[in-house]
């Protein structure tokens, strides 16, 4: 099964569009809904499509500041088994000083993070910002959580964009995201 949620009109349309092109696979279920994850999360959740025995895998691509702490702490709890949802989290490395900042109603960045603790970020580079979401994440008890930065093509090297925040409980799954990302960037190691 699969759960695709998009808030804006225009990006919803085109998650419509692109499932219209889709073949349909026996025994694939897809469920989509143009609604905000961190309230549909309880929905998805509580369909029972996911058990405790169930591979999962929760890809939280936000622009900036859009997934609640609670959503993430939600996804990583909700299975009682010996493995959680294994979470695959973009970290805005590369503007989150911008989103802070530019941030008027401070409850959003609340919700973000959990509390106001993001306000320790202000006064610390880029990329220990995203080290301090690795660790956050670490503390949801996963066997293995690792950080992987991104850089903008176009920018060169030297500029991290992004980092993709990887935690699981599976064994074999590091091995496997190691290789992704060597394959994406020609070369590299996770941090």
């Excluded at 293995?144 to 030297?158: F, M, N, Q, T």
């Excluded at 992004?162 to 064994?171: E, V």
């Amino acid at each position: 099964s699969f759960f695709l949620c998009e808030i804006g009109k225009s990006p919803y349309e085109s998650l419509q569009s692109m499932l219209a092109g889709q073949p349909a696979i026996r025994g694939r279920q897809i469920k989509h809904g143009r609604a905000d994850f961190n309230q549909w999360v309880d929905e998805v959740l509580a369909a029972g499509t996911i058990k405790d025995t169930t591979a999962c895998f929760a890809l939280l691509d936000q622009r900036s500041t859009e997934c609640h702490w609670d959503t993430v702490k939600k996804l990583a709890a909700h299975k009682q088994g010996d493995t959680k949802i294994e979470l695959f989290y973009f970290f805005p490395t590369g503007w989150v000083h911008r989103a802070l900042s530019e941030t008027k109603d401070k409850s959003i960045l609340n919700a973000w993070w959990g509390d106001d603790s993001w306000r320790q970020m202000e006064s610390v580079g880029q990329d220990q910002a995203a080290g301090m979401c690795l660790r956050r994440i670490q503390s949801l008890g996963y066997k293995d959580v690792k950080s992987w930065p991104i850089s903008a093509r176009e920018l060169g090297e030297g500029r991290t964009m992004y980092h993709m925040i990887h935690a699981t409980d599976h064994l074999e799954a590091p091995k496997l995201m190691f290789r992704a990302y060597r394959n994406l960037i020609g070369t590299g190691s996770g941090g």
